[in-house]
């Protein structure tokens, strides 16, 4: 389609975004259901042609729009985040942990996904994600996203919490 800076396509119709879980699958989902433009990790679906990541179509619309727009407008547009990470060894057993961690977060507040061994919890502001990494030496991850830097520490230090408790518990 032909878009225009006031977040409207050439019809005048309102641009609506759609927010599905991160994974190529959920993403398809979508479009098959009407999205007509999916994203995920680096590729751009159209529905109207594939439903497959089009990497030349991606350039071509990206050119087309860049033509008429600003590209650099458009991007400060967009809503800035402000992320932090960090990995420490998981000291207990990775079951341990595992169990820990979910009765744990079901004394937070927020909305709780889990899947396999990552967890992520949203919350007003932003969103924290623990995610245990199994090997010969386990880890856990910890990455949160705010665009409020004083609520990013403030989330950092919550995960950074649950996962020393569960450390500690087990």
């Known amino acids: 389609g032909r878009f225009r800076e006031d977040g409207k396509d050439a019809d005048d119709r309102e641009?609506?975004?759609?927010?599905?879980?991160?994974?190529?699958?959920?993403?398809?989902?979508?479009?098959?259901?009407?999205?007509e433009i999916g994203y995920y990790e680096g590729g751009i679906i159209f529905g109207r042609t594939s439903m497959?990541?089009?990497?030349?179509?991606?350039?071509?619309?990206?050119?087309?729009?860049?033509?008429?727009?600003?590209?650099?407008?458009?991007?400060?547009?967009?809503?800035r985040y402000n992320r932090d990470s960090s990995e420490r060894e998981c000291t207990c057993s990775p079951e341990a942990f595992v169990r820990g961690i979910n009765e744990s977060l079901q004394e937070v507040e927020g909305t709780v996904v889990s899947r396999g061994d990552s967890w992520r919890v949203d919350m007003k502001e932003g969103w924290f994600l623990i995610s245990l990494v199994r090997g010969t030496s386990p880890t856990v991850g910890i990455v949160a996203e705010s665009e409020d830097r004083a609520y990013l520490v403030g989330l950092m230090e919550i995960a950074d919490n649950i996962v020393s408790e569960c450390m500690r518990g087990q």
């Open 52 to 79: 497959m990541p089009d990497g030349i179509q991606a350039a071509a619309v990206v050119s087309a729009v860049a033509g008429r727009v600003s590209l650099s407008r458009l991007a400060d547009g967009l809503p």
């Open 15 to 35: 641009l609506e975004v759609v927010m599905t879980e991160r994974s190529a699958g959920a993403v398809c989902s979508a479009v098959a259901a009407g999205a």
